[in-house]
């Protein structure tokens, strides 16, 4: 049973895999991994939160 | 737009009921966002996905001009310019660098349109680009700024209203921003739509590959009234149940968990145990393998993504959510169009839980955004007529009036889905802060029980031709517009993670 990785994930925002089991020309399993981590909500503990978004702003331009 | 989300958070927190004219602002730079995003989601991110640049090398220019005038009034349809199109196409790929078009599966049998339909559509992809820096000036205006706006503030907003100030938002930028909507409508209606139309009416299959889960959630956006996660919204919230047509359930904030049974996380009292984001923890624990790895152990830990959850359910977000949401609250625009673009493809409305359906969601959301766009406007512009300049509700600005515990929540609807911050403040700051993200709730592992995610649960089924060129999987996940930098949660700066994926 072939198994596909599709790793990076383009024409996205970020990092994703996807692992695929394909058996018979379709797939039958699959599993999508973020493969990247970031840190913004720790930033902002002990913060003012009249100040919070403009730091969590930045987790992502849309 | 997590500075929507994180204002109203803290906003409800605090019980700030902010000014009609912030409101009014919020929502213009949420439309603009939307229609930006979701033209550049459907011509640079997801297009690719069904149409053939290099047929496009094949097409006959006035073949091409004759389709597109079929279906559509847009003024920049004639045999001159899709030959200029196609022979600027011709040396991008005689010079030997494909550049943006580099690396796709052309020739892939998947796909179904004609050469001339794809010359249509390369032609659209390039105006698009032009199109979309234009539009998001708009923003620019509102926000100081894209990405990123700046005029945000807790109890509403920092950039001045004043008809007599050439400093402040005034009948000069009323102008600026309904020149800015016409052409957000022009394009919406006369390209983007005629080209999902046209583009899906070749990939009627799509419409029952690639639904996945049966729950669908959307929290509502575009206020009418001033309140933090107010129910009166002009895109209405709630909870469809297991694909339910009939019903809808209020959400009810309290029902959203994360557990990291198969996230390389580690909760204090059990990694199965599903916590509310007040309660949230986040502590790193890779127990993937040590890259480079060909495989991940899929039967273990996997992602950084949690697994988040709605009363239990794994559960999409995103413009076919809203959609249905509002289709089933009976939205009278939201109804006839969704009818409309059905009765066009002759399929019914099953179909729209399909990646084709998710695609066409959000084009139809497009077009309504943009037909309302001008409504805000005008609801701005008659406030400022009226002589109601207040634009920051400053009441609860100072800490001394802030109660010693205070916890709130800001729900939001962004582009690709519901966005919802949580936030615990105590003695004036913030104790515990959670984002719960659109990308994260479609991108979600397998939880404690083991239920698929979103992305994963609608790959299931579907045809790939040859794995070695999985553009099948593509056109599904690509259906999500995944934003990933969202969907990771954070790690706590004083663990240093084991290792550092690395991205192929």
């Known amino acids: 049973m072939p198994k596909i990785v599709v790793d990076p994930v383009t024409r996205i925002e970020g990092h994703l895999r996807i692992e695929a089991m394909v058996e018979g020309g379709k797939i039958v399993d699959a599993w999508s991994s973020g493969t990247m981590w970031r840190g913004i909500e720790t930033i902002v503990k002990g913060r003012d939160p009249r100040e919070v978004w403009l730091f969590v702003s930045r987790i992502c331009g849309v | ?504």
């Not at chain 2, 409800?12 to 439309?31: F, H, S, T, W, Y």
């Not at chain 2, 729900?411 to 913030?430: C, N, Q």
């Open chain 2, 1 to 504: 737009m997590h500075s929507t989300s994180s204002v109203r958070a803290v906003e409800n927190a605090l019980g700030i009921v902010i000014p009609d004219n912030a409101r009014i602002i919020r929502n213009l730079i949420n439309a603009i966002q939307y229609i930006q995003d979701h033209v550049i989601h459907f011509y640079h991110l997801h297009a690719l996905d069904w149409v053939d640049v290099m047929s496009a090398l094949k097409a006959d220019p006035v073949k091409t001009a004759s389709l597109a005038q079929s279906i559509s009034n847009w003024y920049n349809s004639s045999p001159t310019h899709f030959r200029a199109v196609q022979n600027k196409l011709k040396a991008f790929v005689e010079s030997g660098q494909l550049g943006l078009f580099a690396s796709g599966y052309w020739g892939h049998p998947a796909y179904k349109l004609p050469p001339e339909a794809n010359l249509m559509a390369v032609a659209h992809y390039l105006e698009a680009l032009d199109w979309q820096k234009d539009v998001i000036r708009m923003q620019a205006l509102l926000g100081a700024k894209n990405p990123h706006p700046q005029t945000y503030l807790v109890g509403g907003m920092s950039i001045p209203v004043d008809p007599n100030s050439q400093n402040a938002i005034n009948a000069g930028s009323l102008a600026f921003m309904k020149d800015i909507a016409r052409k957000s409508l022009d394009f919406v209606s006369q390209v983007y739509i005629p080209d999902l139309l046209a583009v899906a009416s070749f990939y009627k299959e799509w419409a029952s590959i690639g639904g996945g889960v049966r729950n669908y959630i959307s929290v509502g956006e575009f206020q009418n009234d001033n309140i933090s996660n107010t129910t009166n919204c002009w895109l209405p919230g709630g909870f469809i149940r297991n694909r339910d047509l009939t019903k809808l359930e209020p959400v009810d904030h309290m029902k959203i968990t994360e557990d990291v049974a198969r996230a390389w996380y580690k909760y204090g009292d059990g990694d199965d145990k599903a916590k509310h984001p007040w309660d949230g923890e986040t502590t790193p624990n890779y127990t993937g393998p040590k890259p480079p790895y060909k495989s991940l152990r899929t039967d273990q830990k996997y992602s950084w993504v949690k697994a988040i959850r709605y009363d239990g359910l794994p559960t999409e977000v995103g413009p076919l959510s809203r959609m249905l949401v509002a289709y089933v609250a009976g939205h009278t625009r939201v109804r006839e169009v969704v009818d409309m673009v059905l009765k066009k493809l002759g399929v019914g409305l099953n179909a729209l839980f399909s990646t084709l359906g998710r695609t066409a969601a959000r084009g139809i959301e497009t077009l309504l955004i943009a037909e309302m766009m001008p409504n805000w406007i005008d609801e701005l512009a008659g406030k400022m007529k009226a002589g109601d300049l207040k634009i920051h509700a400053d009441d609860k600005w100072d800490p001394s009036k802030w109660p010693k515990l205070a916890r709130g929540y800001g729900f939001h609807e962004a582009p690709r889905g519901f966005l919802g911050h949580w936030v615990v403040i105590m003695d004036g700051v913030v104790q515990n802060y959670q984002c719960v993200v659109p990308g994260g709730w479609n991108s979600s592992p397998r939880d404690a029980a083991g239920q698929r995610g979103p992305y994963e649960e609608a790959l299931i089924g579907t045809p790939i031709a040859y794995p070695d060129k999985p553009v099948e999987i593509l056109r599904t996940i690509h259906s999500f517009d995944p934003c990933m930098a969202c969907a990771i949660h954070l790690v706590d700066s004083g663990h240093n993670p084991i290792i550092n994926v690395k991205v192929r």
